[in-house]
Nanobody, 125 residues
Framework: QERLAESGGGLVHAGDSLRLSCAGT????????VGWFRQSPGKEREIVAA????????LYGDFVEGRFVITRHNAENTVFLQMKHLKPEDTAVYYC??????????????????WGQGTQVTVSS
């Protein structure tokens, strides 16, 4: 079973940047699509971004509006989420997750079977 570990969260000011990392534990990770999701108190978990196994296709949540970029470095079993121009409403726990089966990149949270523990991102105004 794949195990994922997020890192890079923290407390920042509005307008600042953060880069989140998601590390997979074995080489199978490099054959999975990977997504970043977030959840804030009282809200449902939502897609932030996702990337295919080879990095050639990405998708983003509507709220991203060009501020975030998802990339992956398979040689290091790692997926990154670069976030710029952060807003207070971006405050949430950010999770990475792997989809081992889908052929087409999806935002369907049910397709993502392996999850990390999450990393807190707090953006102050």
């Amino acid at each position: 079973q794949e195990r994922l570990a997020e890192s890079g969260g923290g407390l920042v000011h509005a307008g600042d940047s953060l880069r989140l990392s998601c590390a997979g534990t074995n080489d199978d990770f490099n054959s999975y699509a990977v997504g970043w999701f977030r959840q804030s108190p009282g809200k449902e978990r939502e897609i932030v971004a996702a990337i295919t196994w080879n990095g050639d296709t990405t998708l983003y949540g509507d709220f991203v509006e060009g501020r975030f970029v998802i990339t992956r470095h398979n040689a290091e079993n790692t997926v990154f989420l670069q976030m710029k121009h952060l807003k207070p409403e971006d405050t949430a726990v950010y999770y990475c997750a792997a989809d081992p089966h889908s052929i087409i990149l999806t935002s369907d949270i049910g397709k993502y079977l392996y999850w990390g523990q999450g990393t807190q991102v707090t953006v102050s105004s």
